[in-house]
């Protein structure tokens, strides 16, 4: 099975602040990647898909990028309803989409 | 527009049975896998199982393997979870998501597009 980390688990950053998080697979995944972001009490939100297509209507001051076993997904410019969990996901080794355990990204 | 409204979630007693619903408005429901999701309380997102298209294909995490079952009424646009046997670690919020594809370059590529607003199952006597 693939496994999937994520670093920093947590992180602080104030509006304005560039943010970025780090998703790593066990193996090589290609592109088979993609980024959720998630609300307290929501649904996750898909943001990035094939490890760097931005999803409709998603801003643009989120991006990702990365090939193989390691991920970025990037915030630019820190906006206050960007504060939230963040989880990469991968899509190579179907049919058990595994996830990575999180990134929360509170207000400093 | 897309919806998936989850139903069905409450309070059980372990190893006693509880069956989840999803219904799919504002897309062809029967042109897409479908999967459940789960998140146990304060944890992260842990994928339980999927149903394609046209429900001739179900794979299940192998915590849930034996003891759920995915599927799908196409003619009713719902996806269905029926859990059996279940335990204090089944509890949590399942969600329903739909699949879509990405494809370029001659690869495709799956993510979940949209999700239900999910649907909290607690397991406890």
């Known amino acids: 099975d693939i496994q999937m980390t994520q670093s920093p688990s947590s992180l602080s950053a104030s509006v304005g602040d560039r943010v970025t998080i780090t998703c790593r697979a066990s193996?090589?995944?290609?592109?088979?990647l993609n980024w959720y972001q998630q609300k307290p009490g929501k649904a996750p939100k898909l943001l990035i898909y094939a490890a760097s297509s931005l999803q409709s209507g998603v801003p643009s001051r989120f991006s990702g990028s990365g090939s193989g076993t390691d991920f970025t997904l990037t915030i630019s410019s820190l906006q206050p309803e960007d504060f939230a969990t963040y989880y990469c996901q991968q899509s190579y080794s179907t049919p058990g989409f595994t996830f990575g355990p999180g990134t929360k990204v509170d207000i400093k | 527009q897309v919806q998936l409204v989850e139903s069905g979630g409450g309070v059980v007693q372990p190893g006693r049975s509880l069956r989840l619903s999803c219904a799919a408005s504002g897309f062809t429901f029967s042109s897409y896998g479908m999967h459940w999701v789960r998140q146990a309380p304060g944890k992260g997102l842990e994928w339980v199982a999927v149903?394609?298209?046209?429900?001739?294909?179900?794979y299940y995490a192998d915590s849930v393997k034996g003891r759920f079952t995915i599927s799908r009424d196409n003619s009713k646009n719902t996806l269905y979870l029926q859990m059996n046997s279940l335990r204090a670690e089944d509890t949590a919020v399942y969600y329903c998501?739909?699949?879509?594809?990405?494809?370029?370059?001659?690869?495709?590529?799956?993510?979940?597009?949209?999700w239900g607003q999910g649907t909290l199952v607690t397991v406890s006597s």
């Open positions: 193996q090589s995944i290609s592109s088979y």
């Open positions: 998501a739909r699949e879509s594809f990405y494809c370029s370059g001659g690869s495709c590529y799956s993510n979940f597009d949209y």
């Open positions: 149903i394609w298209y046209d429900g001739s294909n179900k």
